[in-house]
Every structure is written in C-alpha cells, then in structure tokens.
C-alpha cells in the first residue's frame, strides 16, 4: 500500500527560525516531490527529487532512499512561507500524497 | 495566463444537479489528472488521462466521470451532484508520451459547494 506520512501536521515558527517538515513513505519510489499550497488554495510545485539533496533560495530539500524518508527545511523563515506543504511520491505513473504540514510564521 | 486554468473556480449548486467542472492547459502534455481535496485528507485520485484515446479511474471515481475532449481539455462532471462531493477540486497535468511523468503543474483549483 502506497502510504505517505508528513509530520508535524501543524507548525508554528517565529520569524527567523530554521524549519523542518519530515516525510516518510512506504514503498519504493522513481521520485518524490514537494509541494506548496497557498492560503488562496493554488498550489505550486517547489522540488521534485530522487537522490540526495535541492536547494533553491532559503528552502532545502533532501531525501533518503533507503530509509524512505524525505526532509524540506526553511532556513530564516518568513510570514510569507506560511502555507501548506505537501510531500507526494511518485510510484509507477501515480502520485500519492500527504496530507500536509500547515505552517505558520509569526512576525 | 495560467499554465493550467480551471473553470468554475467557485460554484454553489444543489443535490441532484448536473456539475462540469474544466480544465484546459497550455503544457503541451499529454498526462492530465482530476484530484479532490478535503480538510484532514491528501489529494486523492479521481481520474486520469494519459492520452486523448485514454481515461482511467482513479481511487475514488464513482459519482463522477470524465471528458478528454483534446490534448488540452479534461473536464470533470458530476451527473448528479450529492452534498459528500463539496470539496476542492484540483486539475494537473504533467508528463508526456514514455517518459516518467516529472513535475506536477495544477490549476488554481474549483471549490465546489453542494447543498
């Protein structure tokens, strides 16, 4: 069965603090993906990985294949990185994705 | 303009209603993919397409169907709207031809309310 777990499911940070959102899943992937979801409810692609480590601006994506895990870390958080954040893996040519991590960076 | 653009993106309709929901894209792929979205839940699968000729169901299909009516056009209709079917839905597409389907790029998304 195709499971992915987020955790923590809501999270408050201060402005400024380093973040960290963890996935796991529970099958072998082709690649895994993170994914960002506005208040307006859009929701746009941020990394799609299948080996090691992305970084793009303050955010930071790594993924352990053997482990099955995935991290999406946000250096000097920021009001504006509050939203939801959702991990989906690839198995095959379906995604299958988490329920997400709600973020919230208080000025 | 929107690289995926969904049509309605809000609409209010009543049990036993005829829904279509659209969703037209400029990618040039050929995967298209119609999600729903509900609190506490992750996008789950409703149908898919991998070519115009093609459409599969997803995990959670029945009550809706589905129209490929070209390379850009997946619409999503619910024949006979039920107040379980409020939710958010989501078009994306990604992905053409053999090759692995990368990136995901969705639509703004079509809040659907049933009463």
């Known amino acids: 069965k195709n499971e992915v777990e987020q955790s923590p499911q809501n999270l408050t940070a201060q402005e400024g603090e380093f973040i960290t959102i963890n996935c796991s899943y529970s099958?072998?992937?082709?690649?895994l993906h993170w994914l960002q979801q506005h208040p307006g409810g859009g929701i746009v692609s941020l990394f799609m990985?299948?080996?090691g480590k992305k970084k793009h601006g303050r955010l930071i994506a790594t993924i352990n294949i053997q482990e099955k895990h995935s991290s999406l870390h946000i250096t000097a958080s920021h009001p504006r990185d509050s939203a939801v954040y959702i991990c989906?893996?690839?198995?095959?040519?379906?995604?299958?994705f988490g329920t997400g991590t709600s973020l919230t960076v208080i000025p | 303009d929107a690289d995926v653009t969904q049509t309605p993106r809000n609409r209010i309709t009543k049990t036993g209603k005829r829904i279509m929901l659209e969703c037209s894209q400029t990618?040039?792929?050929?995967?298209m993919y119609w999600y729903r979205q509900d609190p506490g839940l992750g996008l789950r699968l409703i149908y898919y397409?991998?070519?115009?000729?093609?459409?599969n169901k997803g995990e959670i299909s029945d009550g809706y169907s589905v129209s490929r009516q070209a390379q850009a056009k997946f619409s999503l209709s619910l024949e006979s709207a039920i107040p379980n079917q409020t939710a958010l839905y989501f078009c994306?597409?990604?992905?053409?031809?053999?090759?692995?389907?990368?990136?995901?790029?969705f639509g703004e998304g079509s809040r659907l309310t049933v009463l």
């Open positions: 990985l299948s080996s």
């Open positions: 099958v072998g992937i082709s690649a």
């Open positions: 994306a597409t990604g992905g053409s031809g053999g090759r692995p389907t990368g990136e995901l790029f």
């Open positions: 990618k040039g792929h050929d995967r």
């Open positions: 397409s991998f070519d115009v000729k093609d459409i």
């Open positions: 989906a893996h690839v198995a095959g040519n379906q995604f299958y």
